[in-house]
């Protein structure tokens, strides 16, 4: 009788050590071996953006394909096993759905109700577009899934207070930030200023936080003139006309996909070039597709979130890069690293949550902590803060010196130091 309780009292104390295991909640059961994690891509697949689009497909097929297969040698997360170990080994599945078009309410309602609803995705990434974000954040908002952009920096988007949108990428509030400071580091602060911008949401956004800064660098906001113009205008010459008579030394721009050509053009026919012209997010000009504006073009400054020049100081970076390039014959771009970047963040939070469940991995994202080496981004890492911002996220400013793009900003990333005043600039 004594060996038959003791028995009997060893197998109650560890029924009750597994009921209280499975209580706690701090390590919860991973999902059946094989779940499969679909991630929705929102990419412009028309239309000027197109190239971005085909980039941003191709950056997030690559993170899926490194995070299914065995790639020892790149030192990212989930490179050297087969699948999340988190979801029994799950692997990647990319959906792409088209998210470009004029009506960005309707594009974006279209292709986030057919990858939730139709394809069953678990997260959304992508949308490259400031205005189809937005509304694509409001439609994954009702769907109650996670969405993260890492291509979208109009700062109105993560101060919506939405619960399901997270932000990768560096705010243009970090891009202003990082524009006064090579302008302080060069002493070409006391100048003249000016706001060149598209007439929307996102170009309101940079009117903002260009007279916000400048208030804090010591001017006076309201000194400082903006001209707009029609986001789908194809002749510019008139605008531009109204900002060589404002005389700027500093010309702050943003510019749509629609417009960089006919500006450049514009700027070009009036042979018009500030001491300084900086752009917010203008990864999307490629000078060398109209050689008679490369006078104009010589000495612009960029906001970027990627760099191929900061990435190679990044072995994982290096190594991604150079297969994004055997595999596709041509070299990775900031829409494929931003893909990629997002994709390989979702499954991060998949596999802490051990779980596809959406309010699993939106919290999984809440309390993520990713180093800057475990990324191909030239960041310190990814962390987000009350808003879903990522605090970590670094903008990069690229000067066009010598018919290239080269980092001229933060210090310990740039390659030269700014050129000021532009080459061949007014004043």
Not at 40 to 47: E, H, S, T
Not at 116 to 129: F, K, N, Q, R, T
Not at 155 to 161: C, D, H, I, V, Y
Not at 289 to 308: D, I, K, M, Y
Request: aromatic share 8%; net charge negative; with cysteine.
């Amino acid at each position: 009788m004594t060996v038959r309780r003791r028995r009997l009292a060893l197998l109650l104390t560890l029924a009750l050590a597994v009921t209280a295991s499975g209580c706690t909640g701090d390590d919860p059961e991973p999902e059946a071996s094989g779940q499969e994690l679909k991630i929705g891509l929102l990419a412009p697949l028309k239309g000027a953006t197109a190239p971005a689009g085909i980039d941003a497909q191709r950056g997030a097929q690559l993170a899926a394909d490194v995070i299914n297969g065995l790639n020892p040698s790149i030192a990212l997360p989930f490179a050297a096993d087969a699948g999340i170990p988190g979801i029994g080994g799950g692997k990647v599945k990319i959906v792409t759905a088209d998210a470009s078009g004029t009506e960005a309410r309707v594009v974006a309602g279209t292709a986030v109700t057919r990858l939730v609803s139709e394809e069953g995705v678990h997260a959304l990434i992508g949308a490259y577009d400031s205005q189809i974000t937005e509304f694509a954040s409001q439609r994954s908002e009702r769907f109650e899934i996670p969405f993260l952009n890492a291509d979208s920096p109009a700062t109105f988007l993560t101060e919506a207070g939405r619960d399901w949108f997270f932000r990768l990428g560096p705010s243009w509030r970090s891009a202003g930030e990082a524009f006064f400071s090579v302008l302080q580091d060069k002493r070409a602060l006391g100048g003249k200023m000016a706001i060149l911008h598209s007439e929307d949401k996102a170009g309101r956004d940079v009117v903002t936080t260009v007279r916000e800064l400048a208030e804090q660098s010591g001017f006076d906001p309201d000194k400082i003139p903006d001209f707009g113009f029609s986001p789908t205008a194809t002749n510019l010459q008139s605008v531009v006309d109204r900002v060589r008579a404002a005389d700027p030394d500093m010309m702050f721009l943003y510019v749509t996909s629609a417009n960089v050509v006919p500006l450049v053009q514009a700027m070009a026919a009036r042979q018009y070039k500030p001491k300084a012209t900086l752009c917010f997010s203008l990864h999307y000009l490629d000078p060398q597709s109209f050689p008679q504006a490369l006078p104009v073009v010589e000495g612009l400054t960029r906001s970027v979130a990627w760099s191929a020049e900061a990435a190679e100081r990044n072995p994982a970076a290096q190594a991604i890069t150079a297969l994004y390039q055997r595999r596709y014959n041509t070299p990775m771009t900031e829409a494929a690293a931003a893909s990629f970047t997002a994709v390989l963040t979702v499954a991060q939070a998949v596999d802490s949550a051990r779980s596809t469940q959406p309010e699993r991995v939106r919290s999984a994202l809440l309390s993520l902590k990713v180093p800057g080496e475990q990324t191909v981004m030239p960041w310190a890492g990814i962390q987000f803060d009350e808003t879903h911002q990522n605090v970590l996220a670094q903008t990069l400013v690229e000067q066009f010196v010598g018919r290239t793009f080269q980092v001229v900003s933060p210090a310990d990333a740039a390659s030269r130091a700014m050129v000021w005043p532009a080459t061949g600039s007014q004043g």
